[in-house]
């Protein structure tokens, strides 16, 4: 089969995780992947499946253009659309795109796949990319009001014992999209493991701060990190802040860090 997968013209800094996963799930069945970033021609290419992705709500426009562009050139080609915005709104999708299949969630079956890069450089915008993004787990223990990751990721899990086995050999950093890393009741196995991986460690998501202890702090100064991102949702997690950025700087974090 011919597998189109389409990244939305919206705005993010990082690469579409989710189609780099299907690309590796899809390359393993000997399926032909071409990867996208907005509506373009395709004269040499014609999908049997149309896979579309989709970031936050409010970046809904540039996937309703993707969805018309690609179904108007290839109406015979099957779509199906997911991701955050798939999730949260899925009859809206829908009832705009009734011949469109919605995923709503994770997709299971690619979620045990190392992200295809090698594909990247199929779209000028990621080519050249050098960072490792991986989940080391799921779900959150918080059951935050305003959040979805518990509707969309359920509770908390580990799904990624050895971060190395998902770095990829020629990048420079390790990006964590883990939603609560300090969470985790195995973090002193992972945080070796980043240790070990020599690279620099970007825990994009943010740390929660409530879970910060002396022995934590400890562990996160053997990692090459460039600035910690801490989780700040509320006034009532002030002094929890106050205190972790106290921890760490006893640690040997610099204040500015």
Not at 41 to 63: C, E, G, K, N, Q
């Amino acid at each position: 089969m011919n597998i189109l997968l389409v990244e939305p013209a919206y705005y993010t800094r990082y690469p579409p995780l989710g189609l780099m996963k299907l690309a590796s799930r899809h390359k393993v069945w000997n399926h032909k992947v071409r990867l996208v970033r907005g509506t373009v021609p395709l004269d040499d290419f014609i999908p049997d499946r149309i896979d579309i992705t989709s970031l936050f709500t409010y970046a809904w426009r540039p996937v309703h253009d993707a969805i018309k562009h690609y179904h108007s050139l290839f109406p015979n080609a099957k779509i199906s659309v997911g991701g955050i915005y798939a999730s949260v709104m899925p009859e809206r999708l829908r009832e705009a795109f009734p011949y469109v299949d919605v995923h709503v969630g994770l997709n299971d079956e690619a979620e045990r796949y190392m992200p295809d890069y090698d594909i990247l450089d199929q779209v000028d915008k990621w080519k050249g990319w050098d960072g490792s993004i991986m989940f080391t787990s799921r779900g959150c223990v918080n059951k935050c009001p305003f959040c979805l990751v518990p509707i969309l990721e359920g509770g908390m899990r580990s799904v990624l014992d050895d971060p190395l086995s998902h770095m990829h050999p020629h990048h420079k950093r390790i990006i964590l999209w883990d939603n609560n890393f300090l969470a985790l009741k195995d973090w002193k196995d992972r945080v070796d493991s980043l240790r070990r991986s020599g690279m620099t460690i970007d825990f994009n998501q943010g740390l929660d701060a409530r879970l910060m202890t002396a022995e934590k702090a400890e562990a996160l100064t053997s990692l090459k990190i460039d600035s910690i991102k801490m989780a700040y949702d509320g006034k009532h997690e002030k002094k929890a802040v106050h205190r972790a950025v106290e921890l760490l700087e006893d640690a040997g974090f610099s204040r500015r860090k």
